[in-house]
């Protein structure tokens, strides 16, 4: 009887290495594919923000009469071209926000991931929500204190941002 319990524990043992094995080089090509998806995200967010400045307003042959361009919209307006935080995605509103409640500690990417509704432990959405915050200080909606803690500029007020689905 001993005997063969010791065989089926020594099966039992292979099986769990074997499956453990496989775990890993699963959750391997999971971080593969989530790195590839970030950087994908990443990449047509960038060739539409590209795409978006290429298209400058034409100067009509008769007058000084502009025309809009067509094409996507960016994404993120520069502040300085933009009317308030309303001209912003309910996203970046949303990350807005969270950066005027965060105060002078600022808000970190992985608080940003979960203020977008993504799981905050997949590294691949936490350096989405990264990009995102990057994206806002390039256009000077946020400032970078210090190495990812990023807050509103001095001189603006919590009271300016407004919140997503609702008033002030």
């Known amino acids: ?25 699963v959750r391997e ?3 593969d594919a989530e790195e590839v998806f970030r950087r994908r995200v990443i990449g047509l967010e960038e060739y539409l923000e590209a795409l ?8 009509m042959a ?6 809009k ?6 994404a993120v307006p520069r502040r300085e071209n933009a009317a308030g935080v309303e001209d912003l995605s309910v996203d970046y ?3 807005m926000a969270a950066a005027a409640e965060a105060g002078a500690g600022g808000l970190g990417a992985r608080r940003a991931a979960v203020v977008l509704g993504w799981d905050s432990a997949s590294a691949s959405r936490v350096e989405g929500a990264r990009a995102r915050l990057k994206r806002l200080v390039e256009r000077g909606w946020l400032v970078e204190t210090k190495p990812g803690r990023f807050s509103l500029p001095t001189g603006r007020q919590a009271d300016e941002v407004v919140r997503p689905g ?3």
């Open 69 to 74: 361009p067509v094409g996507p919209r960016r």
């Open 29 to 31: 090509n999971l971080a």
């Open 93 to 95: 509103q949303a990350v």
């Open 1 to 25: 009887m001993r005997a063969v319990l010791e065989a089926r524990r020594k099966a039992a043992a292979v099986q769990v290495e074997e499956l453990e094995a496989e775990l890993e080089r």
């Open 52 to 59: 978006a400045e290429e298209e400058q307003p034409a100067e």
């Open 62 to 67: 008769v007058g000084l009469s502009w025309r």
């Open 166 to 168: 609702g008033g002030s």
